[in-house]
């Protein structure tokens, strides 16, 4: 079973804040699913991630 989360990063020239939220997931054991560019209102990244669902 997968879990999946929907996060958002500030789009700048060069995506350098995109990338750190990227990598800052994948510390936590998440995988990028998708990226989109939303830049008519809030000029963001909506990353879409995936992992294992730990079972407790």
């Known amino acids: 079973m997968k879990e999946y989360k929907i996060v958002t990063a500030k789009l700048d020239w060069n995506f350098a804040e995109a990338e750190r939220v990227m990598n800052e997931q ?3 054991g998440w995988e990028v699913v998708s990226v989109c560019y939303e830049t008519d209102v809030k ?3 909506i990353i879409t991630l995936t992992r294992e ?3 407790r």
């Open 43 to 45: 000029n963001c990244a």
């Open 53 to 55: 669902r730990k079972f």
């Open 26 to 28: 994948a510390e936590n």
